[in-house]
């Protein structure tokens, strides 16, 4: 199990930005890939984007363009940097592995973004 702590969420206006950090316990480095994960009220949670070992970067289509992810394998720590945010991007957002393997979810950092 790796345990994870997000953390950087808040209340920010429509077109604002926000940077997300998951700290991770344990050597991330030898995991292959981490993810950024949200869960709007009544929906089921989304991947927005995952981030390989090697860098590689995939995203759902509803941030391309908005979100980048990252990865610092010595802090063992990901990120995610959200701009132009809108409305619809609020939710708990929550990192894991990808996938997620059973591993457990941390308590996740609320973003809420006002029109």
């Known amino acids: 199990q790796v345990q994870l702590v997000e953390s950087g969420g808040g209340l920010v206006q429509a077109g604002g930005s926000l940077r997300l950090s998951c700290a991770a316990s344990?050597?991330?480095?030898?995991?292959?890939?981490m993810g950024w994960y949200r869960q709007a009220p009544g929906k089921q949670r989304e991947l927005v984007a995952f981030?390989?070992?090697?860098?590689?970067?995939q995203y759902a289509d509803s941030v391309k363009g908005r979100f980048t992810i990252s990865r610092d394998n010595a802090k063992n720590t990901v990120y995610l940097q959200m701009n132009s945010l809108k409305p619809e991007d609020t939710a708990v957002f929550y990192c894991?592995?990808?996938?997620?393997?059973?591993?457990?979810w941390g308590q996740g950092t609320q973003v809420t973004v006002s029109s």
């Open positions: 894991n592995l990808f996938p997620v393997k059973g591993n457990s």
């Open positions: 344990g050597d991330i480095f030898s995991i292959n890939a």
């Open positions: 981030v390989t070992r090697d860098g590689i970067t």
